[in-house]
Protein backbone atom coordinates (compact mmCIF):
# COMPACT_ATOMS: atom_id res chain seq x y z
CA UNK A 1 0.00 0.00 0.00
CA UNK A 2 2.89 2.45 0.75
CA UNK A 3 4.26 1.50 -2.55
CA UNK A 4 1.56 2.78 -4.66
CA UNK A 5 0.98 5.75 -2.48
CA UNK A 6 4.54 6.58 -2.47
CA UNK A 7 4.02 6.46 -6.88
CA UNK A 8 1.20 8.15 -7.06
CA UNK A 9 3.05 10.97 -5.15
CA UNK A 10 5.97 11.06 -7.48
CA UNK A 11 3.65 11.01 -10.73
CA UNK A 12 1.93 13.65 -9.19
CA UNK A 13 5.48 15.62 -8.52
CA UNK A 14 6.73 15.18 -11.81
CA UNK A 15 2.98 16.21 -13.72
CA UNK A 16 3.40 19.63 -11.43
CA UNK A 17 7.11 20.28 -11.81
CA UNK A 18 5.86 19.30 -15.85
CA UNK A 19 3.24 22.16 -15.88
CA UNK A 20 5.32 24.55 -14.18
CA UNK A 21 8.36 23.99 -16.49
CA UNK A 22 5.72 24.60 -19.16
CA UNK A 23 3.93 27.68 -17.88
CA UNK A 24 7.68 29.39 -17.45
CA UNK A 25 8.66 28.35 -20.61
CA UNK A 26 5.32 29.88 -22.25
CA UNK A 27 5.41 33.05 -20.26
CA UNK A 28 9.37 33.65 -21.18
CA UNK A 29 8.63 33.12 -24.80
CA UNK A 30 5.08 34.67 -25.38
CA UNK A 31 5.66 37.34 -28.19
CA UNK A 32 9.24 37.47 -27.61
CA UNK A 33 10.29 37.19 -31.08
CA UNK A 34 9.75 40.61 -33.10
CA UNK A 35 10.80 40.86 -37.03
CA UNK A 36 11.68 44.28 -36.52
CA UNK A 37 14.29 45.38 -34.35
CA UNK A 38 13.59 47.19 -31.16
CA UNK A 39 16.57 49.82 -29.33
CA UNK A 40 17.76 48.10 -25.99
CA UNK A 41 18.50 50.01 -22.68
CA UNK A 42 20.33 52.94 -23.18
CA UNK A 43 23.65 52.54 -20.81
Known amino acids: MAIVLALLIGAGTVVQVYRIGDS ?17 PRR
Open 24 to 40: GARAAWHDGYSATARPG
